[in-house]
């Protein structure tokens, strides 16, 4: 391209820190031979070879559910929201990643991370979604709160959407429960004069 940047069509924030991987070699012994890339504005973007230590370190499960305060909203009101993320398990577990996917760019406000047997919640929302890393014990929960104004939007239903996942080491049986997604409908008149 001539010294250029090309930007295509990405399902995601671009400038979130991104990291995909390609299986090179079968797996074998705890090991995983990777090819991949990882990418983190401004920094250019790598390319290297990885071994990836795939040895079970917990096994148990993570699950993940978006509460919001009402699922009927008026454009220009704001909405709470809270991301939460679960763990049963027979070990604790590090490096943890919740993200919550919010419909409309206005930009979330008063985001606050809430646990409870967890710790070393980190919060990055500049993006306005929400993108948080976490250790937590078997019975540990983490609660991402906050709120964001309502825009008008032609999609309504409107979704929110959240995943949750561990690190390689976490066995899990169940990861159906790893994704989330609710809908709100907008409405001129939430009072019921519709």
């Known amino acids: ?42 920094v250019p973007t790598t390319w290297a070879d990885a071994m990836l230590d795939t040895t079970v370190v917990a ?47 206005s930009g979330t406000t008063g985001v606050n991370c809430t646990t409870q047997g967890a710790s070393n919640c980190i919060v990055d929302n500049a993006s306005g979604n929400i993108h948080v890393s976490f250790d937590i014990q078997p019975g540990g929960l983490v609660d991402i709160s906050g709120q964001i104004v309502v825009l008008e939007s032609p999609d309504s239903p409107a979704p929110f959407t959240a995943v949750v996942y561990g690190p390689a080491g976490l066995s899990e049986q169940d990861t159906i429960n790893n994704f989330a997604r609710t809908s709100i409908m907008q409405c001129l008149f ?4 519709e």
Not at 4 to 31: E, K, Y
Not at 190 to 193: K, N, S, T, V
């Open 1 to 42: 391209m001539s010294g250029q940047q090309a930007i295509g069509s990405f399902s995601g924030d671009p400038f979130a820190t991104n990291t995909a991987a390609w299986l090179t070699a079968l797996p074998a012994a705890n090991r995983l031979l990777i090819n991949g890339t990882f990418v983190k504005q401004p």
């Open 59 to 105: 096994n148990g499960d993570l699950s993940t559910a978006i509460n919001l305060d009402s699922i009927k909203v008026q454009p220009g009101k704001l909405l709470n929201f809270h991301f939460v993320a679960t763990y049963t398990g027979d070990n604790p577990i590090t490096g943890v990643t919740l993200r919550g996917y919010i419909p409309w760019g």
């Open 190 to 193: 939430c009072d019921g004069f």
